[in-house]
């Protein structure tokens, strides 16, 4: 089946602009996770969608980063006034529920800001 | 005390040998232990996981051996292969609480043949 699609793959912008990044997880998957991967970093966790509803925002790095669920399916990312240091790749996971159900992971979408 | 630390950073091994990576936690609170593996240009995938009711847990050629009064575990990679080439990660939860896992910093894992 359909495993957790994000879109776009690469992303390439200015110091500056906004970019929305946007993540399709798997039908049924109820739980949703955003983490970020810098290169040569483990991954950091940013935010947790349970349904529609964000139990857990403690991971944004700024208020410049936010996040929202619609239908308790697709989620968007959206980073105002990218700055050089949130260049990193952004994976998105979903899993069946929250209670130690494995999380699968797209490919997530590589975010170059120049 | 919600750190998850992963040694070593990088590990070579011959095709054939036993691959092992390390990883250590303070939080006692922790009760799910998985194991990632990814590719490069891919998302992690879970590989095998563990709770601290068991010491060990095999699955083919992977083995994760678990020692709750270290707080520590580890991943065992038996008759390593070029395939296994690829960056481990290790992780916990309190699957209870919040279930957002905390994940080691990752080995890159290279088998040469």
């Known amino acids: 089946g359909a495993g957790v699609s994000q879109s776009p793959s690469n992303k390439v912008t200015e110091k500056g602009k906004d970019v929305e990044l946007r993540c399709d997880p798997i039908s049924g998957h109820t739980a949703l996770y955003w983490y970020r991967q810098s290169l040569g970093q483990g991954l950091e966790f940013l935010i947790y969608?349970?349904?529609?509803?964000?139990?857990?925002k403690s991971g944004l790095p700024s208020d410049r980063f936010s996040a929202e669920r619609t239908g308790g399916s697709v989620s968007t990312l959206t980073i105002q006034r990218t700055q050089q240091e949130d260049s990193a790749v952004y994976l998105c996971?979903?899993?069946?529920?929250?209670?130690?159900?494995?999380?699968?992971f797209g490919n997530g979408t590589r975010l170059t800001v120049t | 005390q919600q750190q998850v630390k992963q040694s070593p950073q990088s590990l070579i091994v011959q095709k054939g040998g036993i691959s092992i990576i390390n990883c250590a936690y303070e939080n006692t609170a922790f009760d799910y232990f998985p194991w990632y593996q990814q590719f490069p240009g891919k998302g992690p995938a879970l590989l095998i996981a563990i709770r601290p009711d068991v010491s060990e847990k095999k699955e083919g050629r992977f083995t994760i051996s678990f020692n709750k009064s270290a707080k520590q575990f580890s991943l065992h990679i038996m008759d390593s292969q070029p395939g296994d080439s690829a960056t481990y990660f290790c992780a916990a939860t309190d699957g209870g609480s919040q279930g957002n896992l905390i994940f080691g910093k990752g080995t890159k894992l290279s088998v040469k043949p």
């Open positions: 996971a979903s899993s069946l529920s929250q209670n130690n159900s494995p999380l699968h």
């Open positions: 969608f349970q349904g529609n509803s964000a139990p857990d």
